[in-house]
T-cell receptor, first 112, second 110 residues
Framework: KAGVTQTPRYLIKTRGQQVTLSCSPI?????VSWYQQTPGQGLQFLFE???????NKGNFPGRFSGRQFSNSRSEMNVSTLELGDSALYLC???????????FGSGTQLSVL | GESVGLHLPTLSVQEGDNSIINCAYS??????FIWYKQESGKGPQFIID?????DKRQGQRVTVLLNKTVKHLSLQIAATQPGDSAVYFC?????????FGTGTRLQVFP
């Protein structure tokens, strides 16, 4: 069974631009979560989607948004990029809540 | 934020020794706990989990201990190997979202 797949692996953007990251969960997993990882803040929860509905949301500004499609694939979007948005963005999936998450390798976003 | 990043503590152990990585969790309502291992350039990888109705669980070379009284979790790695070098995170599940600790870097030297 294939693991969680994230694309692209690396991304370089400039301030003010927007970016869309993609995540394909493990087959059969209906829950997709997104995390931001930085050296200074560790792993911070962004949001979780389950069956196309946002179920949980972290403490991030509205510039960070996401969605989930009927095939459970998910995208997250960051608009009006800031230098501080440079981070590793991790996607994780699980069958349902209160189970372990399986992570992808992440998308490394650099904002210049 | 929910996961406050500080200076990453480091544990240095000699190959073949046992390692113990500790974690203090914050929410008394948490009933599910997970340990993850993250190697450079990769996403976190599941190691072992434990639910609050247990105080110990063993896997292959790893043991997780849970002390709910003092809200403490530990990961024991037996016969530590160079391949165990990584950052280790504990995570708690007070609601449906996982909240991660700051992580501990494990360095294994020969």
């Amino acid at each position: 069974k294939a693991g969680v797949t994230q694309t692209p692996r690396y991304l370089i953007k400039t301030r003010g631009q927007q970016v869309t990251l993609s995540c394909s969960p493990i087959s059969g997993h209906r829950s997709v979560s997104w995390y931001q990882q930085t050296p200074g803040q560790g792993l911070q929860f962004l949001f979780e989607y389950f069956s196309e509905t946002q179920r949980n949301k972290g403490n991030f500004p509205g510039r960070f948004s996401g969605r989930q499609f009927s095939n459970s694939r998910s995208e997250m979007n960051v608009s009006t990029l800031e230098l501080g948005d440079s981070a590793l963005y991790l996607c994780a999936s699980r069958r349902q809540g209160n189970e372990k998450l399986f992570f992808g390798s992440g998308t490394q976003l650099s904002v210049l | 934020g929910e996961s406050v990043g500080l200076h990453l503590p480091t544990l240095s152990v000699q190959e073949g020794d046992n390692s113990i990585i500790n974690c203090a969790y914050s929410n008394s309502a948490s009933d599910y706990f997970i340990w993850y291992k993250q190697e450079s350039g990769k996403g976190p990888q599941f190691i072992i989990d434990i639910r609050s109705n247990m105080d110990k669980r063993q896997g292959q070379r790893v043991t997780v201990l849970l002390n709910k009284t003092v809200k403490h979790l530990s990961l024991q790695i037996a016969a530590t190997q160079p391949g165990d070098s990584a950052v280790y995170f504990c995570a708690e599940n007070p609601t449906d979202k996982l909240i991660f600790g700051t992580g501990t870097r494990l360095q294994v030297f020969p």
